[in-house]
Every structure is written in C-alpha cells, then in structure tokens.
C-alpha cells in the first residue's frame, strides 16, 4: 500500500468517525462549540509512511476514544528511535457533557490532520476544545505567549461598565480549579486552563490573561485574550455575538431542564461514550496490526 493510500485510510477513518459521532450525539445546547479561534504547525515535517507517522495516528485515535468519557487527557506514544515519539493532550471546556466533548474533539482531530499535513506539531483551538500534539514534550510547561486578542466595540469611559468588568474578572483569579466563571452586573466572565499545568501555575497563568485583558479591552463589550495554556475572557450582557457558545451561561442554560431530561441525556451520553469507545478500539487494533506490518521497515522521524 502507498503512502498516499494509507495516509488517505487513516484520513478517511477520522471524517467517518467524526460523522459517526455528530450522528449520535444529541443537539449541544449551542451550535458553535466547532467555531475556530486559533491554529498553529510546526515548520518541522515528517515523512508519510514513516514510524512518527504511525505514532501520529496511534496517538490522535487515543484522543478522540479517550474524550467519550474525560473532558481532558495527555498521552505519549513512545517511538523506537526518540525522534520518532508523540506527545498529545485534548481539552474540552469545563462546563462541556461528554457527548460535546467527543463531538468537538473529533471535529478538531480531523481539522488538524488536514490542516497541519506532514507537521510534527500542530495545535488547533476551537470554541469547545483544544487539541495539541508535537514530538517534544510541552506537558506542565507553562506557557503564556499571546495566541489570540480580541475586543468588541468600544463602550467609551463609563465607570459603571469599566466596575462590572473588573470585578468579574477579579473573581476568576480568586476562584480554584480549571475551569471558572464569574460575573457582575451584567458582565459574564470565564477562564479555564489546560489540565497539565499545576493549580499554582494555573493561578499564575489566568491572572496573567486577566492582566493582558482588562489592559486591552476593558472600556470594550466583550474581550478574548488567549494564551498557550489558558485564556479569560468576558462579555456585557449578550454583546458577545456567540456568549453561550463561548460557555457564558452555558452551563445555567443546560441546568434549566427537568430531571427526566437529564437523566435522559446522561443515559445516552453513556451509550454514546460505548459506541465511540468501540469504534476507537477497531481504529487501534487496525492500527497496531499495520504497526506490526511495518515493524522491520526503517523511517525517518522529526529531528
């Protein structure tokens, strides 16, 4: 089989899969968990056919089959040679059910594969999740380059306004764990980290975000500011023209349902995450038995 063939398989595996997956889960309270914010590739290529591509393979398989049932997860797969090892990690937001999660980590797999081809590393950002990988391994650095800035129209010098944004901001900084929403007024704000980094490094990062944000678009109506491994970000009302995309009440709109309805949907997330997770164990065992096939062929990985 050619290169382009396998490559072109494994690509075909992916968009069914991630159909397969928009088929089965339920309609997401918001329609715009796939909405793009940012991407980046390496420079660096790899050779298709070759082990670190394989490795590639393995490793975006073990995302999507892990975010059936976890909204984050980090794994290595190990290559016989150092150049040829991957390392990769997922992250759904916080307030996600695990049918989204699934739903928006595939979309974004299958994204990255088309859209950072040959790369050893690639990085995309969705409204719903967060997909990474590279052949160096970046898992509890913390990292706080500015990947995306945006701010909405300008609100001028009232006081009131420029108040409600600093103390909605203000408590995400004082509030634990990953994920954080706050609000005052009518200002919505939200924050969230990759699972990676430790609380104290989360802490640093979000306040840095909250820093660069309130610097930038504080007199506006809405403001994103994204950093490599965390964001903030904040909205007046319904200024934001995707808030509850963007997970501004996400969470209190799902919550609004009767107990018949979640129990219904945590039943289907259930069979969903089995479905999936059946799907994804064909996809490895395929995988590893074409790993075997080309066991004794030599590669070249990244450098």
Request: aromatic share 10%.
């Amino acid at each position: 089989m050619s290169a382009t063939e396998r490559r072109f398989s494994f690509s075909s595996f992916l968009t069914f899969l991630y159909g397969a997956i928009v088929i089965l889960t339920p309609p997401s309270s918001s329609a715009s968990l796939d909405t793009f914010v940012f991407v980046g590739c390496t420079i660096q290529k790899y050779i298709p056919n070759s082990p670190y591509d394989s490795n590639l393979n393995l490793l975006l398989t073990r995302l999507v089959a892990s975010a059936a049932s976890a909204t984050y997860g980090n794994f290595t797969v190990l290559g016989s040679a150092s150049q040829n090892t991957i390392y990769g990690l997922y992250q759904c937001r916080g307030d996600l059910n695990s049918g989204d999660c699934s739903q928006c980590v595939a979309g974004a797999v299958s994204r990255l594969g088309t859209i950072c081809s040959d790369a050893c590393g690639g990085a995309l950002q969705l409204e719903g999740c967060f997909v990474k990988y590279d052949n160096k391994s970046f898992f509890g650095v913390e990292d706080k380059t500015v990947v995306v800035k945006k701010c909405g129209a300008s609100i001028g010098s009232d006081v009131d306004a420029l108040t409600g944004v600093d103390a909605a901001l203000e408590y995400l900084v004082s509030s634990g764990g990953t994920y954080k929403t706050g609000g005052s007024g009518d200002v919505r704000s939200v924050a969230q980290c990759v699972g990676d980094l430790s609380a104290s490094e989360c802490q640093d990062c979000v306040s840095d975000a909250i820093g660069r944000l309130k610097s930038a678009c504080g007199p506006y109506s809405w403001g994103d500011l994204f950093l490599a491994k965390c964001y903030a970000r904040f909205t007046r009302g319904a200024d934001h023209a995707q808030d509850n995309g963007n997970g501004f009440g996400y969470a209190n709109a799902n919550a609004n349902g009767n107990k018949e309805s979640k129990g219904n949907d945590n039943e289907t997330n259930k069979t969903l995450a089995i479905i999936i997770g059946l799907i994804a164990a064909v996809a490895l065992l395929i995988l590893f038995i074409t790993y075997l096939n080309k066991k004794c062929e030599k590669g070249k990985g990244c450098k």
